[in-house]
């Protein structure tokens, strides 16, 4: 799937963040730290610095969406990113 059609990327740009609370950045730090293999939203956290409920809530959105897998573990979850949630980052740039 590539986001060819503008309104495509809209939409999931759209949901991506919310109401448009400048949340253009927190998406974007944290698809790239999920590529660079910070997996652990905590560590995310810790190592960037952005509040704690929106980055949680922003990855579920992109979990939801596709962007991000969420994956169960025993001390909770991990987010991976997926290959439509690089293209997606890729186009942003």
Do not use: Q
Request: hydrophobic fraction near 35%; include cysteine; proline fraction near 1%.
């Amino acid at each position: 799937m590539s986001f060819k059609r503008s309104s495509e990327k809209g939409y999931i740009w759209d949901k991506a963040i919310g109401e448009g609370f400048g949340l253009r950045n927190y998406v974007k730090d944290l698809l790239c730290e999920l590529i660079k293999g910070n997996n652990r939203l905590y560590n995310i956290y810790c190592r960037t610095g952005m509040r704690k409920d929106r980055l949680y809530s922003i990855a579920d959105t992109l979990a939801d969406l596709g962007l991000v897998e969420k994956v169960r573990e025993a001390k909770g979850y991990r987010y991976v990113i997926t290959p439509k949630g690089r293209r997606f980052l890729e186009e942003l740039h």
